[in-house]
């Protein structure tokens, strides 16, 4: 049982420290442009297979650090090229934009790698065991990749509420036209944040790709979650956007290792459920998948601005 | 949705323009073409097509060309379905399917409430891998031909290889959350139950068909719950994701398999997955017959993908002897030539019971080894016989009662 608890929450933290990954880059474009980004789990796979085909040549580290910074590169280019023009036709029309470019990056992906998943693995050496708990491996990899987010996580803080930039994007947040009276170039601080947020999209990619899998459906498989993540965070929270990371994480992971089923837990509130009716035998590992959006549904019923968030949706 | 409509409008004009051809007969394959199935499909597709060529070199299917048309239904009931009437509207008679019972189940219905209301237009439905037992058995359709052997029947080879092993004393169940899978469970327990009373179920899980990706919180519940094997029906991804995980957590239990060897999971373990992955199936990964690996080398430098599927190969060559002994490619006739038909293959005879459309034929339990003379998916790792079961003791009885056309 403990093992079981262990491992669950070391892979619940894990998870969600990867969605954390994905939700703070879109978060912060949300806060600042108002813009809400269909197309970010689009960046998050361009980013797994951007460092699948530039590890073939550079290894694993050099990839870490270059794919994420093509992305964000790219991110930027759509917002300077794509996003600004349209910008002017509001927001429905930003919304449309963005979800044309997910469809076209999907079919895109599909076109240059293949309809079929890519083998983009860790290097050989980080699947060795970091520590065995209990007979269970726990690899290298996986220690690494808690790792990274965590660094991320500061270094993130620290830009956002230490650095002069990182002034700039708050008060651009709340009062963007008086940073704009007081001579910053806020268009391009809105370029900056969201070539910044697609970076950290990719870079989600480049370490969720070998954790999960590379393939074509992969921002398709992510992308809801990510917007339950933001939603029950609170619009425009970071702080909520992690907090609700981690709980989605832990709690998809729990209610695949709890053996119960549906009457199981009804019954022990006082209600009384037969234990094998169509309800009542279904088990809460069948329902694990369904957990972020049941969240999702609770949160926008009993607090509609999420978490922490301060502005009603 | 603007993606399927787009594949529609590919398909029909593909089906358009290869509708004026006359001494050619058509084979659509309704299969996951793209997406996490398509690891399932696409070498199904690419296996279609290179075996074609070898039919059409020997005189073709009753003197005609077969062309391959492959049409992509994400695994979808209701997209196959708009598929299969594309296929019918093309003028195609011959369909076939493999990947989902849940696909399978929806095409027999259709095809059956096609047949019956345009006699003289009949469409035939060859089943390569959807091995749900009910349709050979309560749900059997004349016009249904399956090509592998059955759920249960594969459940049969596998439990008594299993029950053989003293050492197993805690098996898990993991499939996925539908018909087959539950039809998988269901026989595991049954059988073992039967055959070797002292084992103990130690889980019984269902997850849902293509959508996890992360297997790791399972394969801790597995390993915490001590468990000596491991039985699992999945396919595709699904098969894939869970043996990857399992190897990354040093789960030392053997997984016993009906797709172990699917696309993908080869390259995903490496030595990982050594003497812990059984498979099984019609075929394995040693290739003695010399024929069949100048086959197995032939096809993965033409196409990038292994030679896999060897009841993809039996379905086109009975086809052609079905279709050659009656003289005709009219599906009437080759349905009533394909009841009972034998064929000799490289494991042995094999044959198209009559009874219910259950093909009968020997199967075989595969390890994944290293050094192997032939390696999967270009690297040295393949799937060794470690265990051959005759076609008399696959067997099954059926309780088909076949309605058959006038």
Redesign the interface.
Known sequence: ?L??VI??TL??VL?GLLLFMLSSGLTLIFSMMGVLNFAHASFYMLGAYFAYTLGMYTGFWPALILAPLLVGALGSLVERFGLRRVHANGHVAELLFTFGLA?VI??LV?MVWG???V?Y?EP?YM?E?LF?L??????IFRGVVILISILMFIALWYLLKKTRVGMMIRAALTHGEMVGHLGHNVPRLFMGVFGFGCALAALAGVIGGP???T????AA?LGPIVFVVVVVGGMGSLQGAFYASLLIGLL???F??I?ASLADVFNALGANLDPYGEVGRI?L??L??MTPFILLVLILIFRPRGLMGELEP | M??SFFTLIAASLLLVQTAGAAETVKLALIDP????M??AG?PALEHLKFEAKRINANGGIAGKQLEIVGLDNKVNPQESLVQLQKAIDGGIQYVTQGNGSSVASALIGAVEKHNQRNPGKEVMYLNYAAVDPSFTNERCSYWHFRFDANADMKMNALTSYIAENKDIKKVYLINQ?YSFGHAVSEAAREMLKEKRPDIEIV?N????LA????F???I??I??SGADAVISGNWG?DI??LVKAAA?????APFYTYYGAS??VV??L?D?GVDRIYQINEYYGDFEDEEMAKRQVNMYKETGWDFYYLRLSTLLDMFKKAADKAGSTDPVAVAKAMEGLSLETTTGEVVMRAEDHQIQLPMFISVMQDDMEYGAEGTDYNFHKVARIDRDDVTLPTTCRMRRPK
């Open positions: 049982m093992e079981l491992f669950s892979n619940g998870y469809y999907d079919e599909q309809t079929v998943a083998a693995r050989s699947r065991p065995t209990f007979g269970t491996d726990y690899s954790l999960l899998a393939e074509p459906g992969m498989t998809q992971t729990f695949v290792a053996d088990s590992a069948t694990a998948p | 603007l993606k073409l793209t997406g996490p398509a690891g696409q959350d889980g899980d269902f997850h849902p959508k996890v990706k992360d790791t919180p399972y801790s519940k390993q915490s991804q894939t994701l990354e957590f040093g789960l030392d696309s993908g390259t995903q490496g990982k």
